[in-house]
């Protein structure tokens, strides 16, 4: 390995720093793709700002960045001098995605360290002013970007989207055990897709099952969050560009992201959540 080439054992134990004026900042993860975290992510940094508070969010799904078309944002951020660039805003959130500088299909050839200083520069090279919270939308999975920002972000903890059949919690499980291992707190747990109800005839299908997440959490010993149900308004608003904790903020669905906002806060603003800072060992 190169001299420039920093070792994996170097950059897990690089210390982490805070991001001036961020007061907080938490990981959205899932085990898996298409679990709805990116939508979850969304719809919580919404449910933030519905509580009053001033957020943020950070689409570091470099793979497959969901948030620009979810906030229905288009073109490019402005740049604030040489190095900064200012986030882009609706519904009262600012966001910064990878999908707003490069070409999807550039950042899907990316390397791992590509990925890393990516991730890096956005979190430390974009001008967020004064937030009460920054939620990041991590990439699926266990791997270097998820580690990277475990090591180098001060998270005030992550919390696991999952739906609630075996196949899902199985790769969930993964996900608690990376940011247990990086001693990082583990908010809580949430199922999404948990139960559909027929829009016709009202009927109740748990197309998933339902309660996997709520009895993994509990074996876990982890906070269970909350449970989001498979509905054709939350998939419409969403890949509308309309998310519908902003859209439809007296809904039944916008009261469920605000409620489980409001837990998450209500641990990260008392400290309940706060643990050392992370030292990584990577065997
Ligand atoms: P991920 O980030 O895990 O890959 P997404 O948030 O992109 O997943 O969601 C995948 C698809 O599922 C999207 O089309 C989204 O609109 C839809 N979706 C997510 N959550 C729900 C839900 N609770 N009800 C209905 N559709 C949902």
Redesign the pocket.
Known sequence: MSAAQPTMQARATSKASGIPGVKHVIAVA?G???????????NLALGFAAIGLKAGILDA?IY?P?QPK?FGLRGKPRQLGPRMLEPMERFGVKVMSIGFLVEEDLAMIWRGPMVISAITQMLREVAWGDLDILVV?LP?GTGDAQLTMAQQTPLAGAVI?STPQDIALIDARRGIAMFEKVNIPLLGLIE???SFCCPTCNHVTPIFGHGGARVEAERRGIPFLGE?????????T??DGRPIVATEPDGV?ARHYVEIARSIWTAVSSGAASRPPPRIVIE
């Open positions: 899932s898996k793709g298409g679990v709805g975290k990116s939508t979850t992510s969304c799904d497959g969901s979810l939308d699926p989207v999404n897709m948990s989001i149900p498979l509905d054709i308004q939350i998939r419409e969403s890949d669905h």
